[in-house]
């Protein structure tokens, strides 16, 4: 397992994550926690050092069996980011809502105590607000509470979430130099923060973690027209109507590109750690199996160019969470 630095923080941060929606259990279904405490473990013994949680995910739950195997740990350094759901529950953040509604000071404070509780760790590596808007730069409660869990000691690294697809609006929170880390969806579907949010992370030196890099699964290629989730399962919702029959059509024509017997999940999860900017990439993984193939293609490096190039032509703009 290779390690990047996470922007100006002194983390040093797998390239691998551990993206812990999935554990939840709620919005993701059909996982087993035993299963999930075991993919886990098995990501930490093959060098995974980064979780990315949320006190949202399952309603604490994939805090807790995050909290529960990072105590585990001894003599081993697990960064844990997680976060802070807006407060009005409204995924994305909508413009024109009053930061009142969303991130008010004692709410963020109230939830990052929760967190804890829920970690049973002393203090967050990486605290994130869990939706974002330009318009909250103009508000006081978000930087003010995050002055306060830093200087508290009880988090130690502060950073948003950004809005589905929409990268260019985590610009302006750069630029006011209080984050040290953005989330954004980075994958072959959307390259789209190359063209702006990329670029300024490097300049300011703000951690990327890339989001969302097998897109809910479709870039897996085990999305199929006949693939059915459990009901209520959010997947069910992503891939519904005739957008599994689209995934199948995108996904063939990039096997085609590529060749056969082209490594499909491992190509994605390439893709992401080929772009300098990018510090970690965080895939949901509740099997040991997944745990395991993905950590080990940390060591397999970037992707040639000539491949790269290939990958350009199949960014394909959409909104599946809409
Ligand atoms: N707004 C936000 O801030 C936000 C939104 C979405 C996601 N996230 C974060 O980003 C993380 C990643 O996104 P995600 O979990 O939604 O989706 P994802 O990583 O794009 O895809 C996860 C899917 O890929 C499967 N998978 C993983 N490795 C595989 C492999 N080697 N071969 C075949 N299949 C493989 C997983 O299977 P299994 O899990 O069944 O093993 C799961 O079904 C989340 O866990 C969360 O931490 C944040």
């Keep these: 397992m290779k390690y990047r630095k996470l922007g100006r923080t002194n983390f040093e941060v797998s390239e691998i994550g551990y993206g812990a929606w999935g554990i939840g259990g709620k919005q993701w ?3 087993q926690d035993d299963e999930s405490l075991a993919a886990l473990r098995r990501a930490i013994e093959l060098g995974v050092n980064l979780i990315d949680s949320a006190l949202a995910y399952g309603d604490g739950h994939s805090e807790k069996l995050v909290g529960q195997v990072v105590r585990e ?3 081993r350094r697990i960064y844990v ?4 759901p807006p407060k009005n529950l409204i995924w994305p953040a909508q413009r024109g809502t009053p930061i009142g509604e969303v991130f008010p ?3 963020i404070m109230r939830c990052a105590e929760e967190s804890l509780r829920n970690l049973g760790l002393p203090a967050i590596d990486l605290l994130q607000l869990h939706v974002w808007t330009p318009e909250f730069l103009k508000a006081d409660d978000w930087r003010r509470a995050f002055d306060e869990l830093k200087r508290s000691g009880k988090v130690r690294a502060v950073g948003v979430s950004l809005n589905d697809h929409d990268p260019d609006s985590g610009l302006g929170v750069i630029d006011t130099e209080l984050i040290d ?3 954004v969806i980075y994958n ?3 390259q789209t923060p190359e063209r702006n949010l990329f670029p300024l992370c490097q300049k300011q030196n703000i951690g990327v973690l890339a989001r969302v890099p097998l897109d809910e699964g479709a870039l897996t290629g085990n999305v199929r027209e006949d693939t059915t989730f459990p009901p209520g399962d959010f997947r069910e919702f992503y ?3 005739g957008r599994k029959k689209q995934v199948v059509e995108h996904v063939n024509a990039l096997r085609k590109d590529l060749g056969d017997g082209v490594n499909l999940p491992e190509t994605a999860l390439r893709f992401c750690l080929s772009h300098p900017a990018v510090s970690t990439v965080i895939p949901g993984m509740r099997t040991q199996r997944h745990a395991e193939a993905n950590a080990a293609l940390s060591d397999q490096g970037p992707l ?3 491949t790269l190039a290939v990958l350009k032509r199949h960014a394909w703009d959409r909104n599946f969470y809409s």
């Design 239 to 241: 891939f519904r109507g």
């Design 81 to 84: 980011a997680t976060k802070v």
């Design 304 to 306: 040639p160019q000539e």
């Design 181 to 183: 880390s953005v989330q």
């Design 105 to 107: 000071y004692d709410y």
């Design 188 to 190: 072959i579907f959307d």
């Design 29 to 31: 279904l059909g996982g």
């Design 73 to 75: 740990q001894r003599g």
